[in-house]
């Protein structure tokens, strides 16, 4: 079969795994949106609203093994569609959540989306890879993450518009009026999830049944094949044994950690410096444009230009750069500098995983696992950060600052947790993907 006659059978299966990673930046990046939104109608601290983050990405460490067994017995094409049926039934807890007003009932709708959609990451990242050439998987990757991206910028936009649209009328009117008109307030304002969730929820099963009909082909990973030849052989009889593995899960863990700060604290960041709602929606939209500019120039210029590990120490010097950035401007200056964090992030994953990954042999699929496991980054990092807004501003207020000037100043000063994330990526890009022992010979 010659090349191009391989390339236009990869084609449509190329472009319904693209449709896949539209539904992950959709789904992922309007957390964005749901975080202030869940702050105001359930009365929450910043550290609680941002469990938003944690119920989604949480879910990566409890369903990746999970995931990967799933797909062992079922293949690949049955997994992706299990994987929207259950992300629908997470749109669908939605519904009895907005009717309570009840926020663990949110979080556990969340977090079965979030299950559903490690079940489809585990099956479409590796399908992609392995769907042509593995010479041109970086490619394929790259416009992965441009179909990821432009979503979450769009599914922002729109729920941005849906929930957040007289978000601070109603935080005004919530100090002057009775209990029961604020109970009733909150209760319309929660009701207004109901219907983008039912409509999401239809989208999906829809998705699923003609995911089941769609021609995708059965292939293989030739990673079995590649643990024989003698350049992927490994002596070693534990995966604990290779030091540069698991520097690599805690450089993408913490590298989730600020993907998701740089994502989905920017509005209720904007909104802390006084923005209003209707101007602060589109700031997680920035974010993403940078993202989706630097993964063009990524697709371009590596490995042609420069190799993935010059990409890699580049992404986290600028990392530490505009986390510095951030801490000593102010007002828009500052959020844009929040927003071109996309750009220091977007190079980041398609690094570290080959990194990571080289030389492991026979256990290149329990690495894999483990960096999957390592996403939940993203529920763990963001509430630390709300927890030190929560810290600070109480503190400044005691000391006599004035609240709202308190808020500010706690939401920005608290982005140093981005330095020492971006610090461990550096020093895995410098140093740390080259310990294969964790002992000198």
């Given amino acids: 079969m010659t090349a191009v006659t391989t390339k236009q059978k990869n084609l449509v299966p190329m472009m319904i795994i693209a449709g896949l990673f ?75 959540a907005a009717e309570a007003r009840t926020y663990w009932v949110f979080l556990l709708a969340i977090f079965l989306q979030g299950a559903g959609m490690t079940l489809l990451q585990t099956a479409a990242n590796p399908y992609i890879t392995i769907l042509g050439p593995i010479e041109s998987a970086a490619k394929r990757i790259a416009i992965m993450g441009i179909c ?37 307030l909150l209760n319309t ?11 999401m929820s239809l989208v999906l099963v829809i998705f699923a049944v003609l995911i089941r009909k769609a021609p995708l082909p059965n292939v293989e990973s030739e990673s079995e094949a590649s643990e024989d030849n003698s350049s992927e052989k490994t002596t070693k009889t534990s995966i604990f044994q290779f030091p ?3 520097l690599g899960v805690l450089a993408l863990f913490v590298y989730v950690g600020a993907e998701v700060i740089a994502g989905d604290t920017i509005i209720a960041y904007g909104i802390s410096l006084g923005f209003s709602a209707a101007k602060a929606k589109f700031f997680t939209t920035l974010t993403l444009l940078f993202m989706v500019v630097t993964y063009g120039l990524g697709a371009i210029l590596i490995p042609k230009y420069i190799s993935q590990n010059t990409a890699l120490k ?49 256990f290149t699929k329990t690495a894999s696992a483990l960096l999957v496991m390592a996403i939940s980054g993203g529920a763990i990092i963001p509430p630390l950060y709300g927890r030190m807004v929560d810290a600070s501003k109480l503190s400044l207020i005691s000391e006599g600052v004035d609240q709202v000037e308190a808020t500010a100043k706690a939401a920005t000063g ?7 994330c971006y610090t461990i990526i550096l020093f895995f890009a410098l140093w740390g993907h080259k310990y294969k022992s964790w002992f000198k010979k």
């Avoid at 608290?414 to 020492?420: D, E, G, R």
């Fill in 22 to 96: 539209v539904i992950f930046g959709f789904v992922t990046w309007i957390n964005g949106a749901l975080i202030p939104f869940m702050k105001t109608i359930n009365e929450l601290t910043e550290s609680e609203s941002y469990l938003v983050a944690t119920a989604s990405y949480i879910s990566f460490v409890v369903m990746a093994l999970p995931s990967s067994y799933v797909i062992g017995k079922i293949g690949y094409k049955k997994s992706i569609s299990l994987g929207l049926v259950i992300m629908a039934i997470g749109a669908l807890v939605f519904i009895p």
């Fill in 148 to 184: 990821n991206k432009v979503a979450g910028a769009v599914g922002s936009i729109i729920f941005g518009a849906l929930l957040l649209t007289g978000i601070d009328e109603v935080n005004e009117k919530l100090s002057t009026v009775s209990a029961f008109e604020k109970t009733e």
């Fill in 189 to 199: 304002m929660a009701n207004s999830v109901v219907m983008p969730y039912v409509v």
């Fill in 244 to 246: 540069h593995l698991w």
């Fill in 314 to 362: 580049a992404s986290a010097v600028l990392g530490i750069v505009f986390s510095l950035l951030i801490l000593n401007t102010t007002g828009f200056t500052s959020v844009l500098f929040v927003a071109a964090l996309g750009i220091s992030n977007a190079l980041v994953w398609p690094a570290i995983w080959p990194l990571t990954l080289k030389g492991l042999g026979k």
């Fill in 414 to 420: 608290s982005y140093w947790i981005l330095i020492p």
